[in-house]
């Protein structure tokens, strides 16, 4: 599949900087990089924001998300934005209390908290889901998420790595009382050919996923809803 550049900066990356591979001055950034889109679509832009859990720069786990991003692209316009926990910095691992955070990281915050489609992405970890990535669904507001779409989504080594949605995932953002996606996406380490997702079953499940709820995100993107 070959993405065609749509006109104009649609899909943007919030990269926070807390790597020790990164230059320090990069800290706080947003970047804008171009939108990819398979097909041209017209209507409004679905906001997606993707929470990544992953401390890894690629990831599987990121790669699963690329083959997700990319499949609803083909179903609707979206403008993308991702968080990476792991780059958030001292200013997130080292509070307890929304009040104690930094301009960036209320702003990674707020950027999850306003999504039409939440993605929550995660390798799993000791049979659940890193402690960074629930560090930061800690500082979000218990009520921001209620009614919100959110797709789960796991990598893991092996197949019973997949409970991890419904025992661990979907009963969070159950707290939040958002909109869980009914079908989850897990793929396997071997699944991949590096971080490239090549099995077409859980390329299959990514387009039930997604099927089965796309008129609903349609109608969570911003000019759909202001009608």
């Known amino acids: 599949m070959t993405a065609t550049p749509a006109a104009g900066p649609a899909l943007r990356a919030m ?3 807390g790597s020790p591979n990164r230059p320090s001055d990069t800290a706080g950034l947003i970047e804008v990089i171009p939108s990819m889109t398979a097909t041209p679509a017209a209507g409004p832009a679905l906001r997606v924001v993707v929470v990544n859990g992953s401390p890894n720069r690629p990831s599987k786990t990121m ?46 915050l707020k950027l ?19 402690g960074m990535f629930k560090h930061f669904f800690d500082l979000v507001d218990q009520y921001a998420l209620a009614g ?15 409970l991890v949605l419904e025992h661990a995932l979907r009963p969070l953002f159950g707290f939040f009382q958002a909109l869980t996606v009914p079908v989850a996406i897990f793929a396997a380490a071997a699944d991949f050919d590096g971080t490239i997702l090549l099995n077409p079953r859980v390329h299959g499940r990514i387009q039930l996923a997604l099927t089965d709820v796309a008129d609903l995100l349609r109608t969570r993107a911003p000019a759909a809803a202001a009608h």
């Open 15 to 17: 990269v926070v900087n």
């Open 63 to 108: 790669g699963l998300v690329d083959v997700i991003l990319a499949t609803l692209a083909e179903m609707m316009p979206i403008q993308t934005s991702r968080i990476d926990v792991y780059e958030l910095g001292p200013e997130f691992t080292g509070v307890v209390e929304r009040e104690q955070v930094s301009p960036d990281v209320e702003a990674a």
């Open 112 to 130: 999850a908290e306003n999504a039409d489609l939440l993605i929550a992405a995660i390798p799993v970890f000791r049979g659940s889901y890193p």
């Open 148 to 162: 919100r779409l959110v797709l789960l989504a796991a990598t893991g080594g092996g197949e019973h790595h997949a």
